[in-house]
């Protein structure tokens, strides 16, 4: 998975934002540029662990 992040992790921080919903996340993310660099905090089983990210462009799927 991208960022090292896996299915079951529980992302609680965005750089020095905590982020308590999916919500809180998208509205912090809106405003930060692709390409910028950024640690991403999460819970993995009873383990905090901080991530480096680089920020990119979302990927569409195509439909059909």
């Known amino acids: 998975a991208n960022?090292?992040?896996r299915a079951g992790d529980l992302i609680v921080r965005f750089n020095e934002t905590p982020v308590g919903s999916v919500h809180d996340l998208h509205k912090t993310l809106v405003g930060?540029?692709?390409?910028?660099?950024?640690?991403?905090?999460v819970?993995?089983?009873t383990e905090r662990l901080e991530m480096p990210i680089?920020?990119?462009e979302l990927r569409r799927?195509?439909?059909g």
């Not at 930060?32 to 640690?39: D, L």
């Open 32 to 41: 930060e540029t692709i390409g910028m660099t950024a640690t991403l905090t």
């Open 61 to 63: 799927q195509r439909e």
């Open 3 to 5: 960022a090292g992040v």
């Open 54 to 56: 680089r920020l990119a």
């Open 43 to 45: 819970l993995r089983q």
